[in-house]
């Protein structure tokens, strides 16, 4: 028998003992459901055994189906790349040319300043990217906002160039998904980055770490039901 995740009390269970909705899955007995998240927490125990072999499963099965995303994820990327899906969705456009209008009256307050080069990608119509070099501190970095599937927006920070079609995983360390919802906290988000690099940068290492370590502490009300 197929046994998926519970969203809510995180047992693994049989599929017919669940209810999908979204690709997520709950169960269909919500009085057990909530029984068990409202439980006496064994964790402090090393002596339940049941309970450690349940958590151990529970994250070897939760995995795989995680992987699998990923690899899915990955194959679309893939197929895009080569020429197929590539076509962005009206919805997306749209919502990005709110994107685009902000960033461009920022990109005026920073054009005194050739460090900053603002760049939006007409051929894609729901990316901007920005880029700082400053070669007398040995400071490359490329900032780059996106509309993403499934109405999100992303935020995203390299050392040197966002290239395409190469790896760039070692070299974006700061990552940031965003409700379109949440539109007003991309800018202000990357206002903080600017001005750290226009305005701090014997402090950018330090600073932009404790940045990173509140924006991904941040909690926004519909990510569970995205993630």
């Given amino acids: 028998m197929e046994t998926k995740i519970c969203i809510y009390c995180r047992r693994t269970l049989d599929l017919n003992e669940l209810l999908e909705k979204a690709g997520k899955y709950r169960c269909k007995d919500e009085n057990k459901c909530l029984e068990y998240q409202t439980r006496e927490d064994p964790a402090n125990s090393i002596e339940n055994t049941d309970y450690i072999s349940d958590v151990v499963k529970s994250s070897l099965i939760e995995a795989r189906q995680r992987i699998a ?12 790349s080569m020429g197929e899906n590539i076509e962005i969705s009206e919805e997306s456009i749209a919502e990005f040319t709110w994107m685009k209008s902000v960033m461009d009256v920022l990109a005026s307050e920073y054009k005194e300043n050739n460090k900053f080069v603002f760049q939006y990608d007409e051929t894609k119509s729901n990316e901007y990217k920005i880029s700082f070099n400053d070669a007398d501190n040995n400071l490359y970095f490329t900032v780059k906002i996106d509309h993403i599937t499934g109405s999100r927006y992303s935020l995203i920070v390299a050392l040197k160039d966002i290239v395409a079609n190469r790896d760039n995983l070692y070299e974006e360390f700061i990552y940031k998904s965003y409700p379109s919802s949440q539109r007003e906290d991309v800018i202000k988000d990357l206002s903080v980055i600017l001005i750290a690099f226009k305005e701090e940068k014997d402090l950018i290492s330090n600073l932009l770490n404790e940045f990173r370590i509140e924006i991904e502490s941040r909690y926004y009300k519909n990510d569970a039901e995205n993630y």
């Fill in 69 to 80: 995303t990923y690899k899915r994820t990955k194959d679309n990327q893939t197929k895009s």
